[in-house]
């Protein structure tokens, strides 16, 4: 069975706990559970990571090299910022798809560009923690 990792970064630990009216309110167990039982029916493994720390995200992704078949990854701020992210996707050689819970085209300006969309094969936004669920969907396609 193939595996697809679901990288999170920064603050999305805190899912479901506060700001419920950009975020929602399921939480980042809520997302694993759904995600992992989608994956079965769709005969994926999924796996979940969370870390405030983009070095720990690296570390993740370079794990993935290894790991896995596709990476989900909602990088939080990092999106916009990271470099180093980038660099580390451009490493994995599976699909990649992008999720934001939010509409990042509907907020702040800063929030407009992501160093991710780069590498991305898609990217998901504005459609809720479901955007994860869809990437699932896409991923096992892209798989198959
Ligand atoms: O919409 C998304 O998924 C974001 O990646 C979320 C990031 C934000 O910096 C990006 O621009 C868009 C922030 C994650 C913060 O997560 C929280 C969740 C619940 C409560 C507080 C923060």
Redesign the pocket.
Known sequence: MKTVHIVN????N??????PE??GRDTLEDVRIACEQLGQLLGLKVELFQSNHEGVIIDQIHAARHSAAGIII????F??TSIAIHDALNTFDGPVIE??????HK?ESF?HHSYVSLRADGVI?GLGVEGYQLAVRRLASLLS
Request: glycine fraction near 12%; avoid cysteine.
């Open positions: 970064g920064p603050n999305l805190l899912l479901g706990m506060r700001q950009i975020y909602n990088p939080g701020a999106t916009h999720v934001h819970i939010s509409n990042i907020r929030r936004a």
